[in-house]
């Protein structure tokens, strides 16, 4: 069962990454995408068009791609329940940090909110939340995970 909601999790991230990469290419084409009015403080024209909507040079939707896409196949091909639960730990973790210091920019930097990003905020919450229950007592043991692999 925890295998199918996480996959359930990952497919909705990857469905979520296709859908901002989409609404960003019809941003830079002038159209306004689904869910994204371009009205008061609801800008997605604006955080999707500014510097930190890319990293290295890729749309951070691709990176949201390679995160669920790998968590993904993690999570069918490594066979340890461990070592599952470390990486889904550290890697749902990153994506909240991130997503944190991206509601930030967001909000204070641009000055806009993004219907778009919320979504992908509170599917990276999902992620951590959905973590922390599937994998809770290969988690609790992390300590002691921790000092055996070392």
């Avoid at 901002?20 to 306004?32: D, F, I, S």
């Avoid at 999707?48 to 791609?65: E, I």
């Avoid at 973790?93 to 993004?114: E, H, K, N, Y």
Wanted: net charge positive; charged share 15%; hydrophobic share 50%.
């Amino acid at each position: 069962m925890k295998r199918v909601w996480m996959t359930a999790v990952c497919v909705l991230g990857i469905g979520w990454g296709l859908y901002a990469l989409w609404a960003e290419r019809q941003v830079h084409r002038g159209t306004t995408p689904l869910g994204c009015g371009i009205q008061g403080s609801v800008r997605c024209d604006v955080v999707l068009t500014s510097p930190y909507a890319n990293w290295l040079g890729v749309p951070l939707p691709a990176w949201a791609l390679v995160l669920y896409g790998g968590l993904l196949i993690l999570l069918w091909r490594v066979r340890s329940a461990e070592r599952v639960g470390v990486l889904f730990a550290w890697a749902s973790l990153g994506a909240v940090l991130t997503s944190a210091g991206l509601f930030w920019i967001m909000r204070t930097r641009l000055g806009a909110v993004c219907p778009i990003c919320y979504t992908g905020y509170a599917i990276n919450l999902l992620l951590l939340v959905s973590t922390v229950i599937g994998f809770g007592p290969v988690l609790r043991r992390l300590p002691e995970i921790w000092r055996r692999d070392r």
